[in-house]
């Protein structure tokens, strides 16, 4: 089975400041690699996926980038963070689970982001 | 797009039966996922339906009808461990796996 490892667990940024959240993935090669974003009152939201190195696809316009510089690494950045960048982020990747079709995502453990 | 409603909060008792709503607007359709999500940690996979029908899971069942865009998750013998919020989630027809989620419904069971 597959093992996600996310980098930082907590961070606390200024308003302006640069980020990047990092996110590992052990057991598998070649995964597919989704980004979720979980704001305060609302659900779930899919930032960012990627089939392959340097395969990025954007789902949702915003002050966020992504990039897949190697096999099993996932990168959330921005340059400038802005209050509503606060969330908890979340990677993915699909893997089976019992009851479940062979894709299921499967969860980080994730970073939670507070901008100030 | 997809668009997906649940309630936002619920309360039951220890050992009670409670049922989770979900409805859903779809472009798209390939199935309805169910995950629990307990307080600062990552959502958990509870269930997946994908044909009409009821699925089974020990203390846990889900149920869909996809003519009515509709599932419930049905929750029996609540333990205070079930306390957590629970996200109803659809799967479009593209092939990269990619979830809309609805906000979860908050369920609070009490002694």
């Known amino acids: 089975s597959q093992t996600i490892h996310q980098w930082p667990a907590t961070l606390v940024q200024p308003v302006g400041s640069p980020l990047s959240l990092e996110c590992t993935v052990e057991?598998?090669?070649?995964?597919?690699l989704y980004w979720y974003r979980q704001a305060a009152g609302r659900g779930l939201q899919l930032l960012f996926y990627?089939?392959?190195?340097?395969?990025i696809s954007s789902e949702v316009p915003q002050n966020l980038s992504a990039s897949r510089p190697q096999d099993r690494q996932f990168i959330l950045s921005s340059k400038k963070l802005l209050l509503s960048d606060s969330g908890f982020y979340l990677c993915?990747?699909?893997?089976?689970?019992?009851?479940?079709?062979?894709?299921?995502?499967?969860f980080g453990p994730g970073t939670r982001l507070t901008v100030l | 797009g997809q668009n997906i409603d649940q309630p936002t909060e619920m309360t039951a008792t220890e050992g009670a039966i409670v049922q989770i709503n979900c409805t859903y607007q779809?472009?798209?359709?390939?199935?309805l996922f169910w995950y629990q999500q307990h307080a600062g940690e990552a959502p958990t996979f509870l269930s997946y339906?994908?044909?009409?029908g009821l699925e089974e899971k020990g203390r846990f069942s889900s149920f869909l009808s996809r003519s009515k865009g509709y599932s419930y998750l049905l929750l029996k013998e609540l333990q205070m461990k079930d306390s957590a919020s629970y996200l109803c989630?659809?799967?479009?027809?593209?092939?990269?796996?990619?979830?809309?989620f609805g906000k979860g419904t908050m369920l609070l069971v009490s002694p």
């Open positions: 993915a990747t699909p893997q089976g689970l019992a009851g479940g079709p062979s894709d299921t995502q499967y």
């Open positions: 057991g598998t090669s070649n995964p597919n």
């Open positions: 990627s089939v392959g190195i340097g395969q």
């Open positions: 779809t472009s798209g359709f390939n199935g």
């Open positions: 339906n994908v044909l009409d």
């Open positions: 989630a659809v799967r479009d027809l593209g092939g990269y796996s990619t979830l809309t």
